[in-house]
């Protein structure tokens, strides 16, 4: 982490801070490495486990304004003030301050993090390195992306922007690969993002395409919430790979003419003056694959009748 104060990492039962269970780091001028054990209870400065410190230090050192502390934990710990490290996927929480901990202090007080704070989702006990966009960097590529959009500084912004279909693929192609396109400067604003496919019935004049907040767009908005083709939340992985056996089409002979890209914003600080181009980037293979990628959405309520199968539901 690019700092030289303390460092935290937390695993959170709902991804926020109320009831994670944190590590709190720091290196000391003398290049001795520190954890602490703590958990919060609420979204307040988190508190030192006083049952037993599961948090182990290995390693830590400071190189030019870096800070890097290597520890190990347990899976379960059997402590209350701990949550255990389960199979499938978890949510971490991280945030960092810019000076170490005062430890005069009764709870060794840390600074407030601001807005140096961030989340993941991670399957931690079967976690490979994603792929990363210079993989794909010989590939030919397709963009949907917001053009220099002014954030407002109200807490809660939607904004919609629809997209036609690229014409410059003239034969059926297949993505093997997305990236999520966030500027840095705005991860602490950007809560997720949605691309829709348009339904396939809907015409648009290409030169007059419709974008804008998108309760002012409803009509537009309406005709293209059909399919969610994929989206991005915090914590989520910017390069998804497609399964080697698939790929999204694109292009010639593809139902879907019009895209629409929708992105969550929320503000909290009353930020102004932020500028925004997310969007996605699709990296495009050079032979098809066997099948074409898709995806279903499901509510977040499914009530199987009597008597139904509930194995053809088991991966939903």
């Known amino acids: 982490m690019k700092t030289t104060g303390w460092i935290g990492l937390g695993i959170s039962p709902a991804g926020g801070m109320p009831g994670a269970d944190i590590a709190l780091g720091w290196v000391d001028q003398t290049g001795t490495a520190y954890i602490q054990d703590r958990y919060a209870c609420s979204y307040s400065r988190p508190i030192m486990d006083k049952n037993e410190v599961n948090w182990i230090v290995l390693q830590g050192r400071e190189v ?120 840095p400067a705005n991860l602490d604003i950007v809560h997720h993002l949605l691309l829709y496919e348009c339904d396939s019935t809907t015409d648009f004049h290409d030169t007059i395409l419709p974008e804008g907040l998108c309760d002012k767009i409803d009509t537009q908005v309406g005709m293209c919430i059909a399919n969610i083709a994929l989206g991005w939340a915090v914590g989520g992985n910017f390069i998804v790979e497609y399964p080697k056996e698939a790929g999204y089409p694109l292009g010639a002979n593809f139902s879907v003419a019009y895209y629409m890209i929708q992105v969550h914003y929320n503000n909290p600080q009353g930020i102004s003056n932020r500028v925004d181009s997310s969007g996605v980037r699709f990296f495009l293979g050079n032979t098809l694959r066997h099948h074409s990628a898709e995806s279903r959405t499901v509510q977040r309520r499914l009530i199987l009748s009597y008597g139904s199968d509930s194995s053809l539901y088991r991966n939903l």
């Open 64 to 183: 030019n304004g870096w800070t890097a502390i290597q520890f190990k934990r347990m899976f379960d710990t059997c402590d209350s003030m701990d949550v255990p490290i389960t199979f499938g996927t978890n949510k971490l929480i991280f945030a960092y301050g810019l000076v170490d901990p005062d430890l005069s202090q009764p709870n060794n007080d840390i600074t407030y993090h601001e807005n140096r704070r961030g989340s993941r989702t991670l399957p931690l006990r079967s976690y490979s390195n994603p792929p990363s966009a210079s993989e794909f960097a010989a590939f030919d590529s397709v963009e949907f992306r917001l053009d220099n959009y002014a954030v407002p500084s109200q807490e809660t912004t939607y904004y919609c922007k629809l997209f036609a279909a690229p014409t410059n693929l003239i034969t059926k192609r297949q993505a093997i690969a997305y990236e999520i396109l966030i500027d």
